[in-house]
């Protein structure tokens, strides 16, 4: 589904040196058999121990709203294919997504599982609140040649090697409630799934459409035409894939336009040709070309580090979440590698 590319970077790592009062608790539901995935008999550990430092961070990002506030994801490494020169890491998405009480942000928005809970003050969801699978084909060296995950938690996997925080803290952040619901459908009427469709014109995308019909999400609820500010839930199905195969979108909420996110996010990194729509990438990342260090950029670059940066804090503010402030510069310290290192990207969901 993606591509890596490689060159070279003066990298920097910046590291948190303060805790947040009342954070929510995330916690992983493990459901790997025995001997595979997080109960990998030589893996296991070191990559649940990385995959819980990146549930921390996200929890120390959150607010709780309510004693115990707790957001659980059921998770496991699949082997999910890819190539010597590209590979999916991972995917997530929400669980018990729903209504709220109240209705916040209006009668046809709906909240991802997490958010639900948030706003209701309560544990209002049956169940876990999102999912995640990590591609065990990384691992291995059936893809991405002889590259394979970097389970630490300090920053520095070197050469040959992905960051597995830093694609969990992305994929984390899908399954928090980053991300709309918008697919796209050929002239006939037929959703496309599948993207060697769209790569051979076997389909093109023609509308872009909500796909629970008359309802749309919280994500879906701060995206306007940045032509004319219109609301993209107001648009028609044809508007709506113009809108977003021309780069004509932008995030209309107040707190990520205030982090100076500029309104635009991905419409396939940037400006786009008509019918190149990337499943999995299109919409729901913020825009490759201005942000390529953004946490939730769709190419994973080694060296975006492990903070929860301003513009996906308020993105997620703006999608229902209470988050903690970016800290100050004085309870922040660096690390600096010196000299050229290696960068990798690719192509996370």
Not at 173 to 196: C, K, R, S, W, Y
Not at 326 to 332: A, D, G, H, L
Request: negative net charge; without cysteine; charged residues 15%.
């Amino acid at each position: 589904m993606g591509h890596r590319i490689i060159g070279a970077l003066a990298a920097f790592f910046v590291a948190s040196a303060f805790a947040f009062a009342a954070p929510v608790n995330i916690v992983a539901n493990i459901l790997d058999g025995g001997g595979e995935g997080f109960n990998d008999a030589t893996l296991g550990a070191a990559r649940t121990g990385a995959l819980q430092f990146a549930l921390d961070i996200w929890g120390n990002a959150l607010e709780a709203s309510y004693v115990g506030e707790t957001v659980t994801i059921d998770v496991q490494f699949n082997p999910l294919g890819g190539g010597a020169n590209s590979a999916t890491l991972g995917f997530a998405g929400a669980l018990g997504s729903g209504f709220v009480a109240g209705n916040p942000q209006g009668n046809n928005v709906f909240f991802a599982g997490g958010i639900r809970n948030h706003l209701s003050g309560a544990d209002v969801v049956a169940g876990s609140e999102m999912q995640g699978f990590f591609n065990s084909d990384v691992d291995g060296n059936t893809v991405l040649g002889n590259t394979t995950f970097y389970y630490g938690t300090d920053g520095m996997g070197g050469a040959n090697t992905v960051d597995f925080v830093e694609v969990a803290l992305h994929e984390i952040g899908h399954g928090l409630g980053f991300g709309g619901t918008i697919a796209p459908f050929d002239a006939v009427g037929v959703e496309i799934t599948d993207q060697n469709n769209i790569n051979d014109g076997t389909q093109v995308p023609t509308t872009a459409r909500y796909i629970n019909g008359g309802l749309f999400n919280s994500f879906d609820n701060q995206v306007v035409r940045k032509s004319d500010s219109a609301a993209l839930t107001g648009l028609t199905d044809a508007e709506r894939m113009t809108a977003i195969l021309n780069d004509d979108i932008r995030w209309n909420g107040a707190s990520g336009v205030t982090a100076d996110l500029e309104g635009t996010y991905s419409t396939d990194f940037g400006g786009t040709p008509a019918g190149n729509w990337r499943l999995g990438s299109t919409y729901s990342h913020v825009d490759e070309d201005d942000f390529p260090l953004e946490l939730m950029s769709p190419i994973a670059t080694v060296g975006t580090g492990f903070e929860i940066d301003p513009i996906t804090r308020g993105m997620m503010s703006d999608v229902g979440w209470t988050v903690t402030a970016v800290p100050e510069p004085s309870t922040v310290f660096a690390i600096i590698l010196l000299g050229g290192v290696s960068f990798t990207r690719r192509r996370r969901n």
